[in-house]
């Protein structure tokens, strides 16, 4: 069974704008910090934005600071990315996450995983 799916990735160019969404099909998505992480080719999964469920306090890689908000919709069980002044870098396969345990940060902090959607941003 999938757990989580998401929707949104695609190409874009360098500077624009680009929402992501992940659905929870399975899991009570009101106790779940959800997260998003990526994985660029050759290289390790990479830690994006976080939000707690108890708060829906946010946390938010270096590298994408100031330029991503992460935000949960629980009447809709989704968590939403919304990721501006995209870079090439940027380029990666995004993966929704879901989980209870802490730090937020980390990968070993979530249980159930999506399929991941391609973000590829041009030059």
């Known amino acids: 069974q999938v757990d989580l799916v998401e929707s949104g990735g695609g190409l874009v160019q360098a500077g624009d704008s680009l929402s992501l969404s992940c659905t929870n099909f399975?899991?009570?998505?009101?106790?779940?910090?959800m997260a998003w992480f990526r994985q660029a080719p050759g290289k390790e999964r990479e830690f994006v934005a976080a939000?707690?469920?108890?708060?829906?306090?946010?946390f938010y890689g270096d590298s994408v600071q100031g330029r991503v908000t992460i935000s949960r919709d629980n009447t809709k069980n989704t968590v939403y990315l919304h990721m501006d002044s995209l870079k090439s870098e940027d380029t990666a396969v995004y993966y929704c996450?879901?989980?209870?345990?802490?730090?937020?940060?980390?990968?070993?902090?979530?249980?159930?995983w999506g399929q991941g959607t391609q973000v590829t941003v041009s030059s």
């Open positions: 996450a879901a989980g209870r345990a802490f730090p937020v940060t980390l990968s070993s902090s979530y249980s159930s």
């Open positions: 399975v899991r009570l998505f009101a106790i779940d910090n």
């Open positions: 939000i707690t469920w108890r708060d829906s306090s946010t």
